[in-house]
C-alpha cells in the first residue's frame, strides 16, 4: 500500500488562499467490509480538486492521509474503488463531509455489494456497501487510562451492548449495526475480555475478543466489530468475527473472536409433563443424542459445532431414526465457545391441556438457556440458576430467606444470571408474585464444592386440568445430567429458614423399619429456643406426596417419638422435623420394607 500526492500546486494555492491561519484535520481510514469483491481497495480523497490516493488497502486494514493536507472548513470527497484502479471515477462508492478545524475524524467503509446471499440485519438496517465519517474527540490524557469508542460494523448482527468481562454495566450500550459511539469512555490500561451481548441482555454473549491495552501508543482506541456472524450463510464468506482497534496514528490491532475449538456445549433437558413425552428421543442435527429421556431427565453437557442452525427433533422412545420425529426446530446458531440448557416444554395436543397463566396455548417448545455453568465460578459459593416450565403457573418469585434465585418468573423464563449462595441445605419457596403468598416449598441441599445446579419448576399446578398429568414439583439438576426430584415438600406455613440439625445428626432405629421407627434429634441450648415446645414429623413419598403427619415430644436434650410406618407402601421417604415456631429443624431418608 502506498499514497500518491497529486497537485502539489493546488496545495500551495489553497495554502495562500487560506492564509498562514489555516487550521487542518486529521482524517484515519479504515477497511471495514467483509465483502471478498472489496478485499483490496484504492482510496481516493480529494478536497479542492487536490487528489491523494491509497493503493491496495486490503480488509481490517487502515491508513492516515499523511500526504494530504485536508483543511478545516472545506468539502472533502472520499471515493472507494476496487484494487488497481486508474481513477476515482471507477470508485464504487463516494461520501463527503465538512471536516472541523484542528479534529480527527476515522473514516469507515463498511457493508457488502448487492443483496444476494447475504443474511439480512436482524434489526432491518440496511447492508449495502457505505462510508461514514466519525469525529474522534480529543481528550485531555489520564494517566494510566485510555479512551473508547465503538462502531458496529457486523452486518447479520443485532443491537449489541459492549462489556469489559467483570463489569456490572456496560461500556457502551444499544448500539445497532452502522452505528458509532460519540463520545470517548476511559477504561484501564490493562488486559480485558471485551463481550458483545444482545442489547438489554448481559447473558446472551454473541462475541468475546481479548483485548490488551496495558501497552498501545494511543490516548484514543476506536473498537470496530467486523466480519460476519454467520460467514457460511452470508455467500459461503471466510470472514468471521474480529474486533478491530484502530489507533491515533490509523494503524490497526485485530483481535479475532475467542473461539476455542469452534465449538458449544449444550444439555438437555426434558420438562415437559405431558405423558406423550414421558420418554422421548431426542435428535441434533439428524444424530440421536438423547435415547429414551424421561419427564425430569437430562443429558450431561455434549460438544456440538457452533457457528450454524440446530435442528433438534422429538421422537417416541420406540423411533429409529430422526425422519420419524413428531416435533422439530431449528435454533439460532450456537456461538463458540458457549455453553447452554436447551429444555423440552409445553404439550403436544395443546387442545387437551389448559392454556398458559397468560391465557395462550402451552405449545411445544424449547427453552434455550444460554450461559450455562458446568462449575461455580466462586469456589466456596454454590452456583443456581432457576427454570419455570409449569405451563399454567403464573409469574412466582423464587426465594429464601436471605436469597432471590428468581424474580418474576414467568413461564419459559429462566434466571438470566446464576445467584451465588452459601452451600448448604435450606428451603426454597415459591412465591405468587399476584398477592405475595408462599405457594410451596422444598428443602434443598445445595451442598458442594464449586457446585453448579439447576432449579427446575416442572409439572402442572392444576393437574386435573392436564390429563391428570404429575403435580408441579422443584427438580434439582446438575451439569453431569444427575437428577433429584425427591426433594422434601414443605407446606406454606412453615418458615423459610436453613435446617438446624442436619439428617446425618438424627438417631433412626431401625433404619430401614417395617412397623416402628424410632427418632431421636439431639440439639443444644441454642436450637432449643428457635424449636418451640413441641415438634411435628412430616412424611413425604419419593414423589412429594405427604404420607404422614406425627406428633413429636420435645425435651430439653432433643426431639424424639415413634413413627408408624406399618401402613405405608415399601420405599424411599424423607422425613421433614417442623418445631411449634414453623422453623425446620431438618429433615433425613427414610426406608420402609415389609
Not at 471515493?79 to 462508492?93: C, E, L, M, Q, Y
Not at 456496560?170 to 452502522?178: A, C, D, H, L, R
Amino acid at each position: 500500500m502506498k499514497q500518491h500526492f497529486l497537485l502539489l500546486s493546488l496545495v500551495l494555492f489553497i495554502l495562500g488562499w487560506v492564509g498562514v491561519s489555516a487550521q487542518t484535520a486529521t482524517v484515519t481510514f479504515l477497511h471495514n467490509s467483509p465483502d471478498p469483491a472489496m478485499a483490496q481497495v484504492d482510496v481516493y480523497i480529494t478536497q479542492y480538486d487536490n487528489t491523494a490516493k491509497a493503493d491496495n488497502v486490503n480488509y481490517k486494514d487502515g491508513l492516515m492521509f499523511t500526504d494530504a493536507i485536508i483543511f478545516g472548513g472545506l468539502e472533502v470527497f472520499i471515493d472507494v474503488a476496487p484494487a488497481n484502479s486508474g481513477s476515482k471515477d471507477d470508485a464504487v462508492v463516494r461520501f463527503s463531509f465538512t471536516p472541523e478545524a484542528d479534529a480527527g475524524y476515522q473514516v469507515e467503509l463498511f457493508g457488502v455489494q448487492g443483496t444476494d446471499g447475504w443474511l439480512a440485519n436482524p434489526d432491518g438496517e440496511p447492508i449495502n456497501l457505505r462510508v461514514k465519517q466519525q469525529i474522534v474527540p480529543n481528550p485531555e490524557p489520564v494517566v494510566g487510562e485510555v479512551g473508547l469508542m465503538f462502531s458496529h460494523g457486523v452486518t447479520d448482527m443485532e443491537s449489541v451492548d459492549v462489556y469489559l468481562r467483570g463489569a456490572a454495566a456496560p461500556v457502551f450500550t444499544s448500539v445497532k449495526y452502522g452505528g458509532t459511539t460519540t463520545e470517548t469512555k476511559n477504561v484501564k490500561r490493562q488486559l480485558y475480555t471485551i463481550d458483545l451481548t444482545v442489547a438489554g441482555n448481559k447473558n446472551n454473549v454473541l462475541a468475546s475478543f481479548e483485548c490488551d491495552f496495558s501497552t498501545i501508543p494511543s490516548d484514543v482506541i476506536f473498537l470496530t466489530s467486523s466480519g460476519f456472524k454467520i460467514p457460511n450463510d452470508n455467500n459461503k464468506s471466510e470472514n468471521g468475527l474480529y474486533l478491530l482497534a484502530t489507533l491515533d496514528n490509523g494503524s490497526v490491532i485485530k483481535y479475532p473472536m475467542l473461539s476455542g475449538s469452534q465449538k458449544s456445549r449444550m444439555q438437555l433437558i426434558n420438562a415437559s409433563a405431558d405423558p406423550v413425552l414421558a420418554m422421548v428421543d431426542l435428535y441434533v442435527n439428524g444424530t440421536r443424542a438423547a435415547d429414551n429421556l424421561a419427564y425430569k431427565k437430562a443429558t450431561g453437557f455434549i460438544d456440538y459445532e457452533a457457528g450454524t442452525p440446530v435442528i433438534i427433533s422429538i421422537g417416541s422412545a420406540t423411533s429409529t431414526k430422526e425422519s420419524e420425529a413428531f416435533f422439530r426446530d431449528t435454533l439460532e446458531p450456537l456461538r463458540p465457545g458457549r455453553t447452554y440448557q436447551v429444555v423440552v416444554c409445553g404439550v403436544s395436543d395443546t387442545a387437551s391441556f389448559s392454556n398458559t397463566a397468560s391465557g395462550a396455548p402451552a405449545v411445544l417448545q424449547y427453552i434455550v438457556a444460554e450461559g450455562a455453568l458446568e462449575e461455580s465460578t466462586d469456589p466456596a459459593k454454590t452456583a443456581v440458576r432457576t427454570i419455570h416450565t409449569v405451563t399454567d403457573l403464573g409469574t412466582v418469585d423464587v426465594r429464601n430467606a436471605t436469597n432471590t434465585y428468581a424474580g418474576a418468573l414467568t413461564y419459559t423464563a429462566y434466571s438470566p444470571e446464576y445467584i451465588m449462595v452459601e452451600p448448604a441445605i435450606d428451603t426454597v419457596w415459591l412465591y405468587s408474585t399476584t398477592n405475595g403468598t408462599p405457594i410451596r416449598g422444598w428443602i434443598a441441599d445445595l451442598r458442594g464444592t464449586k457446585r453448579a445446579v439447576t432449579m427446575l419448576l416442572t409439572g402442572f399446578f392444576g393437574p386435573d386440568s392436564n390429563q391428570s398429568g404429575p403435580l408441579y414439583n422443584l427438580v434439582l439438576i446438575e451439569p453431569n445430567g444427575t437428577i433429584n426430584d425427591k426433594l422434601s415438600v414443605v407446606q406454606p406455613q412453615t418458615e423459610w429458614v436453613a435446617e438446624l440439625v442436619h439428617g446425618s445428626d438424627w438417631q433412626l432405629s431401625p433404619n430401614p423399619a417395617s412397623a416402628t421407627l424410632n427418632l431421636m434429634i439431639p440439639f443444644g441450648n441454642s436450637e432449643a429456643a428457635a424449636i418451640g415446645t413441641s415438634a411435628t414429623a412430616l412424611l413425604y413419598s419419593a414423589h412429594g406426596e405427604q404420607m404422614l403427619s406425627t406428633p413429636l415430644t420435645v425435651s430439653g436434650s432433643g426431639i424424639s417419638g415413634p413413627l408408624n410406618v406399618e401402613n405405608l407402601p415399601a420405599g424411599a421417604y424423607r422425613a421433614v422435623v417442623i418445631g411449634s415456631s414453623g422453623r425446620v429443624v431438618g429433615s433425613a431418608g427414610i426406608s420402609v420394607i415389609h
